[in-house]
């Protein structure tokens, strides 16, 4: 679950940060933060965001400091979920089903821990 929560978050930053699959970069991002969404500033949610998904997600497929990328991870999904709530529970209306999911998954993350298998059982890290 922690790998596969990871990678699937990484692309999404990548999106915000670099414009990659087909993303908006920083700029137009933080534009439909900013002028869309009414958080502002725009531009600096946006990089939040862009980094929590991205390095956070990263961080969780190799399980280092997982504990606390889960819920920084988590606090961003409640945030998406909050702007998702007014159109309803379904995905294919914008709904929030989507990211209360992924905010299930970090929240998950977060009290359970990397595993047997992460960077910080490896390196006895203990949050």
Known sequence: MRITTGLLLMPHGAQKLFGWF????????GMYFGDTLGLQPGYL???LAGLVEFFGGLALVFGLLTRPAAAAVAALLAV???VHLPN???WTNGGFEY???WFVFAVA???RGG???????HLSMRF
């Open 109 to 111: 993350l977060m009290l």
């Open 80 to 82: 998406a979920v909050s």
């Open 22 to 29: 087909g993303g908006y970069g920083l700029s137009g991002t």
């Open 45 to 47: 949610f946006a990089l």
């Open 115 to 121: 595993g047997e298998y992460s960077l910080d059982r």
């Open 99 to 101: 990211p209360l999911m």
């Open 88 to 90: 309803g529970i379904f």
